[in-house]
């Protein structure tokens, strides 16, 4: 049995990319002696005062979301803004981390691990 590894994000005034990064490179596992790219590893990633963190106006306005049901029409985008009104900023850390895990069977299982707390 292996140990859970516990990490914790301290986001009070850091920028939402550099903590994302931070973030996907420790879920994936690339600070362990006992890395796999090919297994999930037990390690948990919390986000701490993810509403703290230093997002300008211009990136919040700027930014779009754009999802794609596959059907013809069905391209839709949504600014930062939106996002975070309806979901909160921990919406957008997500996003952010998800976006950076690779994207093959265990980016779901990975990003079960991050949790955010605003």
């Not at 509403?51 to 059907?71: L, N, P, R, W």
């Not at 979901?87 to 895990?101: Q, T």
């Amino acid at each position: 049995m292996t140990n859970i590894v516990n990490h914790t994000i301290d986001a009070t005034g850091k920028k939402l990319g550099r903590i994302a990064s931070k973030a996907a490179a420790l879920l994936i596992g690339k600070d362990l002696a006992t890395f796999q790219k090919n297994i999930v590893q037990p390690v948990i990633v919390s986000i701490t005062n993810a509403s703290k963190a230093s997002v300008t106006d211009k990136k919040m306005k700027d930014k779009q979301y754009v999802t794609y049901s596959g059907f013809p029409g069905g391209l839709y985008t949504e600014s930062m803004k939106n996002v975070t009104d309806k979901k909160g900023i921990a919406e957008a850390f997500r996003l952010a981390v998800y976006g950076m895990l690779p994207n093959n069977k265990l980016r779901a299982k990975r990003i079960k691990n991050l949790k955010i707390s605003e």
